[in-house]
């Protein structure tokens, strides 16, 4: 059976219809079963901005990993803050070649004014595992 992807899904529809430097708060509770295993919990804070929405989060995340040494599984909790843009699916050009390369198409709000931050979650966690998971830094290997 597979496993339903994190779906962080927020409608912006009323904030996008408020003043530019409007915002929202949001709270994050969500389990990622995709490349890590993990649960993730914090606060967002969506703000209006004149291209469209400016996402901050404050999150912490207990991530399942193997040890790189003994090979056992452990749990590691992360911190980490992440700031990214997203702008309407309309403001996006249909044309590759036209869209700047700073534009990443995962960070985008729908035609029906859906934002999801699934993949900024998921990027941010990948972003801060440690290249060498230790259960312990005293961790001897295998036995």
């Known amino acids: 059976m597979e496993k339903e992807p994190l779906r962080a899904l927020i409608n912006v529809a009323q904030l996008l219809k408020e003043p530019v ?19 993730v919990e914090g606060k ?9 929405v400016l996402v901050q989060c404050k999150l912490t995340a207990e991530v399942k990993l193997i040890c790189s040494r003994c090979l056992d599984t452990f749990l590691l909790p992360i911190s980490f803050t992440a ?5 309407p699916i309309s403001d996006v050009s249909g044309d590759l070649a036209l869209s700047s390369p700073e534009q990443s198409e995962e960070f ?7 934002l999801d931050l699934s993949e900024l979650i998921r990027q941010y966690t990948l972003l801060n595992l440690p290249m060498k998971p230790l259960c312990r830094p005293d961790c001897s290997g295998i036995n």
């Open 21 to 39: 430097g409007s915002n929202q708060s949001y709270d994050i509770s969500e389990v990622i079963d995709e490349e890590v295993e993990c649960f």
């Open 44 to 52: 967002a804070k969506l703000i209006h901005i004149s291209q469209g």
């Open 83 to 87: 700031e990214e843009e997203f702008i």
């Open 108 to 114: 985008i709000i729908d035609n029906k004014n859906i």
